[in-house]
């Protein structure tokens, strides 16, 4: 009777042992030694308001740029230089909104955010309303690097950046017709007279309808070093200095190596008020959850009840990626250690 009961007791433990985790039935858990993941924004990206040119030249700067990154890892490099060098690529290109592209604020003049985390020692840097800096990303690497403090802003930052050496324009480099066009458009809606809801609701659907186009990056390296980026020139038509969750740590760029990094593109005022990139790897160190389940429940659920648009990219310690947002696209690549690559648009 005794080694019945023993019996039954060890078949009970295996066959509870062997029991599949909710979550491994759902996704498929991936192990890469390296892996970055990439995005250009998320936004009203839709296949019908896209040329088959303008879909080509976004599908080939945002390969370019994740193969930059991957290079880097492959050849042992860290995951900091990948990260730069991957956004470096978006950042030199008119498409998107950080440096080149970046887009108008209301005065007419280019103010750009950038960030980025280290997750081996939480080391974090960032620029905010920066307007001559080529590559404020580096930038953001330069504050984390060298200097006391996490994030300088405005005339200080272009000052510190030109002191590190880096490269230093013109704020006239940074105009793109197509920028400028797009503030013109908004400005023109601005001055037709409407009541105050009708102003509420058309400020809500011209940002829900513009493609965003800021530009991130999530590396793992060799070494297990997540690092995470984000470089932004914020939103269209903005003022009073607004600055938005790009430069935020916690809210528009995370990372630590014991869960996850993460780059957040879209409405920065929600992703600062529900601290997006910091609460998905807090879900995945306090709930013990994956990484799909933490990004799933950060955008689709609360960031979506609090009224925010946009998405993320992330990245956990295994080389797992997600990539979540409730718009209709998301500019978005990634690449694993075995070389796959992933370049996508729009949802599917
Ligand atoms: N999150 C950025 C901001 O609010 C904009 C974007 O992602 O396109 O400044």
Redesign the pocket.
Same mark, same amino acid.
């Given at each position: 009777m005794k080694y019945l009961t023993s019996l039954l007791i060890a078949v009970a433990f295996v066959s509870c042992k062997t029991t599949v985790p909710k979550e491994e039935t759902k996704e498929e858990i991936q192990q890469n030694e390296f892996a970055i993941v990439i995005h250009g924004?998320? =936004?009203t990206i839709l296949k019908k308001n896209m040329t088959p040119e303008l879909e080509k030249a976004y599908q080939e700067k945002l390969e370019e740029a994740v193969r930059k990154g991957y290079d880097i890892l492959k050849n042992g490099g860290s995951s900091t230089k990948a990260v730069e060098a991957s956004i470096h690529v978006m950042e030199n290109s008119p498409l998107f909104?950080a440096g080149k592209g970046a887009?108008f604020t209301n005065a007419e003049t280019n103010e750009m955010?950038a960030s980025i985390m280290e997750g081996a020692t939480l080391n974090a840097g960032a620029v905010a309303g920066v307007k001559t800096v080529k590559n404020p990303i580096s930038a953001a690497i330069e504050v984390m690097n060298n200097s006391n403090h996490v994030l300088l802003s405005g005339a200080g930052a272009d000052q510190f950046s030109k002191e590190k050496g880096l490269e230093i324009m013109d704020p006239s480099y940074f105009y793109t017709d197509r920028r400028f066009k797009s503030l013109q458009r908004i400005k023109d809606k601005e001055k037709t007279e409407l009541d105050h809801d009708e102003k509420t609701a058309f400020y809500d659907s011209d940002i829900k309808n513009?493609? !965003? =186009? *800021?530009v991130g990056c999530v590396a793992l390296d060799k070494n297990g070093n997540i690092t995470a980026g *984000?470089s *932004?020139?914020?939103?269209t038509n903005?003022r009073w200095n607004?600055?938005?969750?790009?430069p935020i740590i916690g809210a528009?760029t995370y990372a630590n190596n014991n869960t996850c990094g993460v780059s957040? *593109?879209?409405?920065?005022?929600y !992703?600062i008020r529900g601290v997006v990139a910091h609460d998905i790897a807090a879900q995945m160190e306090y709930k013990n959850v994956t990484l799909k389940e933490a990004t799933h429940d950060v955008i689709q659920n609360k960031l979506t009840k609090l009224g925010g648009t =946009?998405g993320i990219i992330a990245l956990d310690k295994n080389g797992n990626i997600s990539f979540e947002f409730n718009t209709a696209g998301m500019y978005r690549a990634s690449m694993n250690d075995k070389g796959e690559l992933i370049v996508k648009i729009y949802k599917e």
């Open positions: 924004g998320a =936004g909104n887009v955010d513009s493609k !965003f =186009g *800021t *984000t *932004t020139g914020g939103m903005k607004r600055i938005g969750d790009s528009g957040s *593109t879209g409405w920065g005022e !992703f =946009g």
